[in-house]
Structure formats: C-alpha cells, structure tokens
C-alpha cells in the first residue's frame, strides 16, 4: 500500500464518485468488516478497510464498467497496484477478470454481497440490527430467492469455498464483524450525508 495514502483521502474519493447513502452506508459497512477480518488474522486493517471502503468506488457512476474504471479513479489517489488489484478481484467473473488470490482478496470477495444480504436481513427484524442476528435467521434468508433478490448467493458460496470455509463460517464471522462496526458505521453515514 501506498504509505501516503489517508483514509481522508479514500473518502474524499469514494464520496467524489458516490452520492446515495445506500452506496456510502455499504462502503463503510464493508470497511469496518474488512477491518475486523484483518484483525482476525493478524493483517493490516488500515490496508484491508480501505480496500473495503473503495471495493465500489465506480460502482454508483459506473455500473456498466464496474470494476474496469476502478483503476482510473484509483490513480487519482495513487493506489498501490496491490490495492487497485484487491479492489477490481471483488468483480472477478461477474464483471472482470482480476482473480482474488490473496486471503484479503478472497475474504473481500465473499464479503461484499454477504454484507449486503445481512444489512437487509437485519432492516427487517425488530430492531433494525445484526446485533440480535442469528446464522439460522440469516440462512433462512439465504434460500428465500425472493428475498434481497439483488445479492448474489452464488458469488457468497464461491467465496466460502475460496476462503475453505463453509457457509455457516463465513456466515457467522460477517454477522460478527457487522456487530463489530455498526453503530460507528451509522455514526459516520448520518455526517456524511447531512
């Protein structure tokens, strides 16, 4: 990772290209689970999180080239070649070719619609949290097609199995590194979007 690179920077970036708050919510949601799997397993959480909270930076502008303009908007803050390839391995075989073949890559790759499956899940209990989430809960979740139609069950099952783990794991680790970031995370989304 470029050691210059801030977090204020990344920010700065990823607001520059992304205005919704459901775009903004989601990158920093996957920052902090970023972070918290860094932590996990004894890796940079600085260089994980900010991979996390640019993982979508071209997403909102972009969508028909997501994951292909990532490193143009990535070179304005001079991202490491590591980072611009963590990043752009999230989309590998829906929307590039860039393969996660480190751990962090692959934990990216299996976080990113697992998150998103998690926050919808967790709108839809009584107190509006992953705090009181269970796995069986969420596998419920999981089978109805139906429901949060948008995140890919496909790509959470690839990413469990690149990362050896079995769904329950994978699971119950993102549950817990949501738990780990959720009030900062809605702490910092109310800021940033007033």
Not at 18 to 47: C, Q, S, Y
Not at 162 to 170: A, F, K, S
Request: proline share 4%; charged share 25%.
């Amino acid at each position: 990772m470029s050691d210059s690179l801030t977090r204020e920077q990344a920010l700065a970036l990823l607001q520059k290209y992304n205005k919704e708050p459901f775009h903004i919510l989601h990158a920093l949601t996957v920052e902090g689970v970023m972070r918290w799997f860094a932590a996990e397993e004894g890796e940079d959480p600085d260089f994980w999180g900010l991979c996390g909270l640019l993982h979508d930076v071209d997403f909102e502008r972009y969508p028909e080239q997501h994951c292909l303009k990532a490193p143009e908007l990535l070179a304005e803050i001079n991202a490491s070649p590591e980072m611009v390839h963590a990043i752009c391995s999230h989309g590998y075989g829906l929307c590039c070719d860039v393969e996660p073949v480190h751990q962090m890559e692959k934990v990216l790759f299996a976080v990113d619609e697992l998150t998103g499956l998690i926050g919808a899940a967790a709108k839809m209990r009584p107190s509006k949290s992953v705090m009181d989430m269970e796995v069986s809960s969420l596998k419920k979740k999981f089978k109805d097609k139906k429901f949060a139609a948008g995140c890919s069950r496909e790509v959470i099952r690839t990413g469990a199995e690149r990362l050896g783990w079995t769904l329950d794991e994978v699971m119950e680790k993102t549950i817990l590194a949501m738990r780990s970031c959720e009030a900062s995370v809605a702490q910092e989304l109310e800021t940033l979007c007033v």
